[in-house]
């Protein structure tokens, strides 16, 4: 297991930007797939990017592509992401997940195993 603990989210308007954090324990993060989802009131927790081990590959939502950006340092057990042209219905709790599994490309929620508490984004119009 490893714990994940998310930081980074507020209050911003339309148009402005967020870059969210999720630090990671353990000696092993650095071998996990590690992804970004997000739950908006009354909605079912949806993916939204993912980014390799190394960080070499990454794959987003089409809701998100071109303005978010998933990246990790694995020195500091840390993934990022940078949330530019910021829309209202990007508001949700965000959340970091790690595949403990191994699993080359993981989408579905199932396929993570550990998650963060989330962190709250609100954008406003």
């Known amino acids: 297991q490893v714990q994940l603990v998310e930081s980074g989210g507020g209050l911003v308007q339309a148009g402005g930007s967020l870059r969210l954090s999720c630090k990671g324990s353990?000696?092993?993060?650095?071998?996990?797939?590690m992804a970004w989802f997000r739950q908006a009131p009354g909605k079912e927790r949806e993916f939204v990017a993912r980014?390799?081990?190394?960080?070499?590959?990454?794959y987003y939502a089409d809701s998100v592509k071109g303005r978010f950006t998933i990246s990790r340092d694995n020195a500091k057990n840390t993934i990022y992401l940078q949330m530019n042209s910021l829309k209202p219905e990007d508001t949700a709790v965000y959340y970091c997940a790690a595949d403990l599994n191994g699993r080359l490309r993981p989408i579905a929620r199932t396929e993570f195993g550990s998650w963060g508490q989330g962190t709250q984004v609100t954008v406003s119009s």
């Open positions: 980014v390799s081990w190394s960080g070499e590959s990454t």
């Open positions: 353990g000696r092993t993060f650095s071998s996990y797939v």
